[in-house]
T-cell receptor
Framework: DQQVKQNSPSLSVQEGRISILNCDYTNSMFDYFLWYKKYPAEGPTFLISISSIKDKNEDGRFTVFLNKSAKHLSLHIVPSQPGDSAVYFCAASGEGSNYKLTFGKGTLLTVNP | NAGVTQTPKFRILKIGQSMTLQCTQDMNHNYMYWYRQDPGMGLKLIYYSVGAGITDKGEVPNGYNVSRSTTEDFPLRLELAAPSQTSVYFC??????????????FGPGTRLTVT
């Protein structure tokens, strides 16, 4: 049973436009959410996170939105750049979980010049 | 800081062989984790440790063992390798201070093939 779902395996956008990556979760005990970016043959790198007490967190071109009632979060990248092309993983952890992360399957973002 | 380092980068094993994947972090993080990533899948937690001398199972621990004798090192042992253990293995570490959560930092991965 997948507790963190990324239903879009891939997304293609034009350079300069907005990229929106979506993530749904089923476990209501999750209280901390993260986005990781992964290039081929490298480990995932942390991008941005959000606590369940917030509904938005922004860091430069990256914004994460959290809708707890819908158990949905999204990552917005504005403006998208070719260097943003990578696999993006959504991850979640819950209180008392020893910060263990549950990952989605990832979305491959391609930003076309 | 080197961050999280993993060795080897690649390895081919024969069925039934054993090996140890090494992981070291120099950030003085108390938490360390081992994940595996199969093609088209997300990362799945194998084992984790909340500090030296303390380890616990994750989602997919069968066929693996770990130890944590120091804060820095968290080796993963494969006994009797099987083709189902063909995967990319990632080690990660994170900190916790006063209940505040920190993000996990990942190593570059070890690509293991069992034939």
């Amino acid at each position: 049973d997948q507790q963190v779902k990324q239903n879009s395996p891939s997304l293609s956008v034009q350079e300069g436009r907005i990229s929106i990556l979506n993530c749904d979760y089923t476990n209501s005990m999750f209280d901390y959410f993260l986005w990781y970016k992964k290039y081929p043959a490298e480990g995932p790198t942390f991008l941005i996170s959000i606590s369940s007490i917030k509904d938005k967190n922004e860091d430069g071109r990256f914004t994460v939105f959290l809708n707890k009632s819908a158990k949905h979060l999204s990552l917005h990248i504005v403006p998208s750049q070719p260097g943003d092309s990578a696999v993006y993983f959504c991850a979640a952890s819950g209180e008392g979980s020893n910060y263990k992360l549950t990952f989605g399957k990832g979305t491959l973002l391609t930003v076309n010049p | 800081n080197a961050g999280v380092t993993q060795t080897p980068k690649f390895r081919i094993l024969k069925i039934g062989q054993s090996m140890t994947l090494q992981c070291t972090q120099d950030m003085n993080h108390n938490y360390m984790y081992w994940y595996r990533q199969d093609p088209g899948m997300g990362l799945k937690l194998i084992y984790y440790s909340v500090g030296a001398g303390i380890t616990d199972k994750g989602e997919v621990p069968n066929g693996y063992n770990v130890s944590r004798s120091t804060t820095e090192d968290f080796p993963l042992r494969l006994e009797l390798a099987a083709p189902s253990q063909t995967s990319v293995y990632f080690c990660a570490s994170s900190y916790s201070i006063g209940g505040l959560k920190g993000e996990q930092y990942f190593g570059p991965g070890t690509r293991l093939t069992v034939t």
